[in-house]
């Protein structure tokens, strides 16, 4: 089946850096979707990407469908302590309305 | 507009017992979605449901299933609780045919001793 391979795994970061992460996979995607969960939460929809190329922001995040169809990125600028937290990328299995889901990128701001 | 509600949002079971996690859907979303999460690990897909029909399931056992109210509010029951069931249990609702944006609820954290 279809599978995301999200990376990197986890990202220790200075406040005030720029952050950046990615997803891919083996097989087309048609929408992209970049969530972030805070423990003991569910996630929250960040961006929704829905066509190749496309470049879309909100806020200090920005992210990227590639033009490939099989990746995307999620930039942060700027972090801040309330960035912490999970990131996932997630994407509607073909033929299929349910998500499949990138493993998550777990960012921790260093003291 | 009410986000997803998931209720309770703690729970705590003994091995054996059987649990009921219910979720309200955002109004007009009429499909539900059921993920497990273990601590620390990613979402594993449980089911799907769409006009009150289970339209997909996940690779869980038959003691996880559920069903959808014709309100298109949503049970998950898991019988037969075992500890590694420990789990947040997180609901997701969408428009029809929209899989993609899917909205989630704060999950039910269960936990079975």
């Known amino acids: 089946g279809q599978q995301l391979n999200q990376s990197p795994q986890s990202m220790f970061i200075q406040e005030g850096e720029d952050v950046s992460m990615n997803c891919t996979s083996s097989s087309i995607f048609n929408t992209w979707l970049w969530y972030k969960q805070d423990p003991g939460e569910g996630p929250v929809l960040l961006i929704a990407l829905y066509k190749a190329g496309e470049l879309t922001s909100n806020g200090r995040l920005t992210a990227q469908f590639g033009i490939t169809r099989k990746d995307s990125f999620l930039n942060i600028s700027a972090s801040i302590p309330s960035d912490v937290g999970i990131y996932f990328c997630a994407g509607p299995e073909y033929g299929n309305y349910q998500l499949i889901w990138g493993a998550g990128t777990k960012l921790i701001i260093k003291p | 507009e009410a986000g997803v509600t998931q209720s309770p949002t703690h729970l705590i079971k003994t091995r054996g017992q059987q649990a009921t996690l219910r979720c309200s859907p955002i109004?007009?979303?009429?499909?539900v979605y059921w993920y497990q999460q273990a601590l620390g690990l990613g979402l594993q897909f449980l089911l799907w449901y769409d006009e009150g029909e289970e339209r997909n399931r996940g690779n869980f056992p038959p003691r996880f299933s559920g069903r959808q109210f014709p309100n298109y509010s949503s049970e998950l029951n898991v019988n037969a609780l075992e500890l590694e069931d420990s789990a947040l249990y997180l609901c997701?609702?969408?428009?029809?045919?929209?899989?993609?944006?899917?909205?989630f609820g704060q999950g039910t954290r269960l936990t079975v001793v």
């Open positions: 109004s007009g979303h009429t499909s």
């Open positions: 997701a609702s969408s428009l029809p045919g929209q899989g993609a944006e899917a909205f």
